[in-house]
T-cell receptor, first 114, second 111 residues
Framework: EAQVTQNPRYLITVTGKKLTVTCSQN?????MSWYRQDPGLGLRQIYY???????DKGDVPEGYKVSRKEKRNFPLILESPSPNQTSLYFC?????????????FGDGTRLSIL | GQSLEQPSEVTAVEGAIVQINCTYQ??????LSWYQQHDGGAPTFLSY????GLEETGRFSSFLSRSDSYGYLLLQELQMKDSASYFC????????????FGAGTQVVVTP
């Protein structure tokens, strides 16, 4: 089954404790992206990757890191999480970055930073 | 940069028609996409307009007018399962690969 898989689905942690949210897709997609969703703000792009070893900042990259060493994986790293990073996070992938290519989203990771 | 504006909420009865507008300020983009998200779920792709005009997909249609800087999603023959949030999104031309979403419109369908 074609899918984007995120782990963990839920995480409660404390300020300053490094964490990684994994994202994997099995559709051989070139484009991958991370979003955070907060009430009233919609989906805001954190980072995106056009292909292996090619990453770039979205609209809200501060406090996050990503890497794209393999085509299928695009982990999101919070080196020193803070309470303002408490949010619902989505990973997504698409065949390419062409305008009309639909984004396929993972089920989301609900992150609480205390 | 760009911003996309959508109404925050729309309420309608089953069987009705709802139009969700998306207005934008942009220096250039590749077309307008629409996504649906049920409470707590993953957004799912609905439609894409690369060119001006109407695109129809079953009960849902989407429209784009670049000259008027707006688009809309039309939901016809509303069903209870259409209660969800709907987002418009654009991919910018001045930042290849960057994708921006509107804040979303909550559609509430009542019996």
């Amino acid at each position: 089954e074609a899918q984007v898989t995120q782990n963990p689905r839920y995480l409660i942690t404390v300020t300053g404790k490094k964490l990684t949210v994994t994202c994997s897709q099995n559709m051989n997609h070139e484009y991958m992206s991370w979003y955070r969703q907060d009430p009233g703000l919609g989906l805001r792009q954190i980072y995106y990757s056009m292909n292996v070893e090619v990453t770039d900042k979205g609209d809200v990259p501060e406090g996050y890191k990503v890497s794209r060493k393999e085509k299928r994986n695009f982990p999101l790293i919070l080196e020193s999480p803070s309470p303002n990073q408490t949010s619902l996070y989505f990973c997504a992938s698409s065949l390419s970055s062409q305008g009309g290519q639909p984004q396929h989203f993972g089920d989301g990771t609900r992150l609480s930073i205390l | 940069g760009q911003s996309l504006e959508q109404p925050s909420e729309v309420t309608a009865v089953e069987g009705a028609i709802v139009q969700i507008n998306c207005t934008y300020q942009t220096s250039g983009f590749y077309g307008l996409s629409w996504y649906q998200q049920h409470d707590g779920g993953a957004p799912t792709f609905l439609s894409y307009n690369a060119l001006d005009g109407l695109e129809e997909t079953g009960r849902f249609s989407s429209f784009l007018s670049r000259s008027d800087s707006y688009g809309y999603l039309l939901l016809q023959e509303l069903q209870m399962k259409d209660s969800a949030s709907y987002f418009c999104a654009v991919r910018q031309t001045d930042s290849w690969g960057k994708l921006q979403f509107g804040a979303g419109t909550q559609v509430v369908v009542t019996p």
